[in-house]
């Protein structure tokens, strides 16, 4: 099972970034597909899921309206848009698969990618 994140970057603030994460080695049907982040210092957070196969979203409350967690099962891939970036969005940016809850719980995932920086200047 691979989950392979990509899409990081260094942008201003106000700007906007794409995160994908392309799953592979299972089906996810079944599965919540979910985005944290975690900063120097701090504990991972959750910032996105969504489920693979209806399709409903979730997001913290620090990034509703700005982020939008969508998927492509034609292409296995989970994408994360990011618009109106702040600096205090720095960090990085992990996928993650789970089929436990509450999924908003990093230690309930099963599967996971390796990160992805996102870099967000002032």
């Known amino acids: 099972v691979q989950l392979q994140a990509s899409g990081g970057g260094l942008v201003q603030a106000g700007g906007s970034l794409r995160l994908s994460c392309v799953a592979s080695?299972?089906?996810?049907?079944?599965?919540?597909m979910g985005w944290f982040r975690q900063a120097p210092g701090k504990e991972r957070e959750f910032v996105s899921a969504v489920s693979w196969r209806v399709g409903t979203t979730y997001y913290a409350d620090s990034v509703k309206g700005r982020f939008t967690i969508s998927r492509d099962n034609t292409k296995n891939t989970v994408y994360l848009q990011m618009n109106s970036l702040k600096p205090e969005d720095t960090a990085v940016y992990y996928c993650?698969?789970?089929?436990?809850?509450?999924?908003?719980?990093?230690?309930?995932?099963?599967?996971w990618g390796q990160g992805t920086q996102v870099t967000v200047s002032s």
């Open positions: 080695g299972r089906t996810f049907s079944s599965y919540v």
């Open positions: 993650a698969a789970t089929r436990n809850f509450p999924f908003v719980v990093a230690d309930r995932y099963d599967y």
